[in-house]
């Protein structure tokens, strides 16, 4: 029986097949944009500080697929998005993940009885070790919906308006939106609340190259909803994002990302032993003018050590994302 992951990674190889064809045969001088799989203009994960002129709009369906410590996580997120732009330089964004998969062979399971608070995750032999993606997961596999983004970007510098780079300040928020003691329990919600800001900086090189890095801090308030002896003290993230796409006869970018969180704070003993790191590398294809499809190669780096004596094992390391965006832009002076 095929699943996702092997099906992602056939639709990833078929896509770069197709792609590489038709960008050979067709050539254009249009500057292509798309929104990320958050919603902001930019590439896979990482933003772009040129912002959205008003009434101009990106919408994105994607699959993304990851792999995180400890617990031997692999993790597949179906995030929808959008952006608008609302004034001059002001745009508002929002992304949704409609379903989130995880699988977790590396914990212990069923600990918890029906009725009673989320204990936070375990090894297989019962050491507090787990991870803010899924805090108190108590099942080998789970799927529902997730986590809801929203935020706004303003530019302050843009290179459409002659200035040397872009740049943009950012204000976004997380909330969950299965945040039930079952769905914690299942790993998918953590009770948590993120809000954060960040600044974006972007340089393109005439057509051909755009380069983008993200500076970007989310303030967690740790779970607050239980009695004192089942709080759990999370930290903060540090969130730094680097990426460029080299257009290849115009319709047909290649892309490159590199997305590194670290956590920083208080935090309880055996929360997010690594801080993550994620590299990915993609095409992204331009059929027609505000349509685009993309496929990529995600690697997760920076395991934990693995203690086999123990039963403590690194998670996997390739992943794929997946995306068709649609953009409304302007006409062309």
Same mark, same amino acid.
């Given at each position: 029986?095929?699943?996702?992951?092997?099906?992602?990674?056939?639709?990833?190889?078929?896509?770069?097949?197709?792609?590489?064809?038709?960008?050979?045969?067709?050539?254009?001088?249009?500057?292509?944009?798309?929104?990320?799989?958050?919603?902001?203009?930019?590439?896979?994960?990482?933003?772009?500080?040129?912002?959205?002129?008003?009434?101009?709009?990106?919408?994105?369906?994607?699959?993304?697929?990851?792999?995180?410590?400890?617990?031997?996580?692999?993790?597949?997120?179906?995030?929808?998005?959008?952006?608008?732009?609302?004034?001059?330089?002001?745009?508002?964004?929002?992304?949704?993940?409609?379903?989130?998969?995880?699988?977790?062979?590396?914990?212990?399971?069923?600990?918890?009885?029906?009725?009673?608070?989320?204990?936070?995750?375990?090894?297989?032999?019962?050491?507090?070790?787990?991870?803010?993606?899924?805090?108190?997961?108590?099942?080998?596999?789970?799927?529902?919906?997730?986590?809801? =983004?929203?935020?706004?970007?303003?530019?302050? +510098? !843009?290179?459409? @308006? #002659?200035?040397?780079?872009? %740049?943009?300040?950012?204000?976004?928020?997380?909330?969950?939106?299965?945040?039930?003691?079952?769905?914690?329990?299942?790993?998918?919600?953590?009770?948590?609340?993120?809000?954060?800001?960040?600044?974006?900086?972007?340089?393109?090189?005439?057509?051909?190259?755009?380069?983008?890095?993200?500076?970007?801090?989310?303030?967690?308030?740790?779970?607050?909803?239980?009695?004192?002896?089942?709080?759990?003290?999370?930290?903060?993230?540090?969130?730094?994002?680097?990426?460029?796409?080299?257009?290849?006869?115009?319709?047909?970018?290649?892309?490159?990302?590199?997305?590194?969180?670290?956590?920083?704070?208080?935090?309880?003993?055996?929360?997010?032993?690594?801080?993550?790191?994620?590299?990915?590398?993609? =095409?992204?294809?331009?059929?027609?003018?505000? +349509? !685009?499809?993309? @496929? #990529?190669?995600?690697?997760? %780096?920076?395991?934990?050590?693995?203690?086999?004596?123990?039963?403590?094992?690194?998670?996997?390391?390739?992943?794929?994302?997946?995306?068709?965006?649609?953009?409304?832009?302007?006409?062309?002076?």
């Amino acid at each position: 029986m095929t699943t996702v992951k092997q099906l992602g990674a056939y639709l990833v190889m078929l896509f770069s097949t197709l792609s590489g064809k038709l960008a050979l045969s067709q050539q254009s001088d249009e500057t292509r944009q798309s929104g990320s799989l958050d919603g902001p203009t930019g590439l896979f994960k990482v933003w772009d500080a040129e912002p959205l002129y008003p009434s101009e709009a990106n919408f994105s369906i994607g699959v993304n697929h990851y792999h995180r410590d400890p617990g031997e996580f692999s993790i597949i997120t179906y995030p929808v998005s959008a952006a608008i732009g609302i004034f001059r330089n002001f745009e508002v964004f929002g992304a949704w993940d409609v379903q989130k998969h995880i699988e977790a062979p590396g914990i212990q399971t069923y600990r918890v009885l029906p009725g009673q608070l989320p204990l936070p995750a375990t090894t297989r032999l019962g050491v507090v070790s787990f991870t803010s993606e899924a805090l108190f997961i108590d099942v080998p596999e789970a799927t529902g919906r997730a986590n809801l =983004l929203g935020g706004a970007k303003y530019a302050f +510098l !843009s290179e459409e @308006a #002659g200035r040397p780079f872009g %740049l943009a300040g950012v204000f976004m928020g997380t909330m969950e939106t299965n945040n039930s003691a079952t769905g914690q329990n299942r790993g998918l919600s953590s009770s948590l609340l993120k809000g954060g800001f960040g600044a974006l900086v972007s340089k393109r090189v005439q057509r051909r190259a755009q380069f983008h890095a993200n500076f970007l801090v989310n303030l967690v308030r740790s779970p607050r909803d239980r009695p004192e002896e089942f709080h759990v003290d999370i930290g903060h993230e540090f969130i730094y994002r680097a990426g460029a796409a080299f257009p290849v006869r115009g319709i047909f970018h290649f892309i490159v990302e590199l997305d590194v969180k670290v956590y920083a704070g208080d935090r309880d003993v055996g929360l997010n032993p690594q801080n993550p790191v994620d590299l990915i590398l993609g =095409l992204r294809l331009y059929p027609k003018s505000g +349509l !685009s499809c993309a @496929a #990529g190669y995600r690697a997760s %780096l920076n395991h934990i050590n693995e203690d086999p004596a123990n039963l403590v094992f690194a998670s996997g390391t390739h992943g794929f994302v997946l995306q068709v965006a649609f953009g409304i832009r302007r006409a062309t002076p």
